[in-house]
């Protein structure tokens, strides 16, 4: 009897360890290692959401477009951004070339294993002339952080200043409230980031937002409480024209429309855009076009 009765109380305590096991929080997950990459490229990086990026922000170039003097961050920063992929590790990111950096660059770039996936502009009407250049690879992190090295050394940027979070100003608050997302100030320049719903892949590979697959809005101030803005919606097919029809009808510039992909599923267009004026009215404006678009909710 009082055997059986201990082989009871056992079972009972095993049942209750199990129950209180699953009422416990199941770990934080480490963050991944990206030291190997960071040491290859020879420049900073952040991790957050499972991307580390790393920023090419070309603060030795001084561009104006339409006359206005541009910071860096609107839209003269570079980027590669990496993300595991089961046992290999997927890149892709934009490089800001002057026209004799882009061809050594796109060599060097394939020599060590990266796709170039799209060259072309992203704003009018500036000064110097600038191209993007957007690349795709998968594999061995480090190999490809060593691609990244000897590509950029193509080039004259500079390592990148340290960019701390700033406060909202005046005129940002007024953009944030009138679009209707917030987002951060670093260097004098407000970026928002608008994610689209569903997933999106590069040749199988999966890539997050934060791996240039969010809609992307950036602002400076340029006088008197008024702002520039940049940047690009990513779209569907019947996406495009409804949007266009909204910058349009808000007096905001389309500055260019093509793919930064070449195998994405769904098949994306990127659209680009140019404005100076009201802070709120610029808002506005971007806000009705967001409408037309499929985007995360929440």
Same mark, same amino acid.
């Given at each position: 009897?009082?055997?059986?009765?201990?082989?009871?109380?056992?079972?009972?305590?095993?049942?209750?360890?199990?129950?209180?096991?699953?009422?416990?929080?199941?770990?934080?997950?480490?963050?991944?290692?990206?030291?190997?990459?960071?040491?290859? /490229?020879?420049?900073?990086?952040?991790?957050?959401?499972?991307?580390?990026?790393?920023?090419?922000?070309?603060?030795?170039?001084?561009?104006? /477009?339409?006359?206005?003097?541009?910071?860096?961050?609107?839209?003269?920063?570079?980027?590669?951004?990496?993300?595991?992929?089961?046992?290999?590790?997927?890149?892709?990111?934009?490089?800001?070339?002057?026209?004799?950096?882009?061809?050594?660059?796109?060599?060097?770039?394939?020599?060590?294993?990266?796709? /170039?996936?799209?060259?072309?502009?992203?704003?009018?009407?500036?000064?110097?002339?600038?191209?993007?250049?957007?690349?795709?690879?998968?594999?061995?992190?480090?190999?490809?952080?060593?691609?990244?090295?000897?590509?950029?050394?193509?080039?004259?940027?500079?390592?990148?200043?340290?960019?701390?979070?700033?406060?909202?100003?005046?005129?940002?608050?007024?953009?944030?409230?009138?679009?209707?997302?917030?987002?951060?100030?670093?260097?004098?320049?407000?970026?928002?980031?608008?994610?689209?719903?569903?997933? /999106?892949?590069?040749?199988?590979?999966?890539?997050?937002?934060?791996?240039?697959?969010?809609?992307?809005?950036?602002?400076?101030?340029?006088?008197?409480?008024?702002?520039?803005?940049?940047?690009?919606?990513?779209?569907?097919?019947?996406?495009?024209?409804?949007?266009?029809?909204?910058?349009?009808?808000?007096?905001?510039?389309?500055?260019?429309?093509?793919?930064?992909?070449?195998?994405?599923?769904?098949?994306?267009?990127?659209?680009?855009?140019?404005?100076?004026?009201?802070?709120?009215?610029?808002?506005?404006?971007?806000?009705?076009?967001?409408?037309?678009?499929?985007?995360?909710?929440?």
């Amino acid at each position: 009897m009082i055997a059986r009765t201990s082989q009871a109380s056992r079972a009972i305590t095993r049942l209750l360890l199990v129950f209180t096991a699953a009422l416990l929080p199941a770990p934080a997950a480490a963050e991944s290692d990206w030291s190997a990459v960071a040491e290859a /490229i020879g420049r900073p990086g952040s991790e957050g959401g499972g991307v580390y990026r790393v920023p090419f922000p070309r603060s030795d170039l001084h561009v104006t /477009i339409d006359g206005t003097p541009i910071k860096t961050g609107l839209a003269l920063g570079g980027w590669a951004a990496f993300a595991h992929d089961g046992d290999s590790t997927v890149v892709d990111g934009d490089l800001v070339l002057l026209p004799q950096e882009i061809n050594a660059v796109v060599s060097a770039l394939q020599a060590n294993g990266l796709e /170039i996936t799209a060259l072309h502009n992203h704003v009018i009407l500036e000064t110097p002339h600038v191209m993007y250049l957007h690349f795709f690879g998968t594999g061995d992190g480090a190999a490809l952080g060593r691609g990244l090295r000897a590509a950029i050394a193509e080039t004259g940027t500079p390592p990148p200043p340290a960019a701390p979070a700033e406060p909202a100003p005046t005129w940002a608050r007024a953009v944030e409230a009138s679009l209707g997302h917030s987002g951060a100030v670093r260097g004098g320049v407000l970026a928002i980031g608008v994610p689209r719903a569903e997933p /999106i892949h590069e040749h199988g590979a999966m890539l997050a937002p934060a791996m240039g697959m969010a809609n992307a809005f950036v602002f400076q101030e340029t006088e008197n409480g008024q702002v520039a803005t940049t940047g690009d919606f990513v779209l569907t097919g019947d996406e495009v024209n409804p949007v266009i029809r909204e910058l349009r009808g808000g007096g905001i510039r389309v500055t260019a429309l093509h793919n930064h992909l070449i195998r994405s599923v769904p098949t994306l267009y990127f659209l680009h855009f140019w404005a100076t004026g009201d802070p709120a009215r610029i808002g506005q404006t971007l806000k009705q076009a967001l409408s037309h678009v499929g985007v995360r909710q929440g």
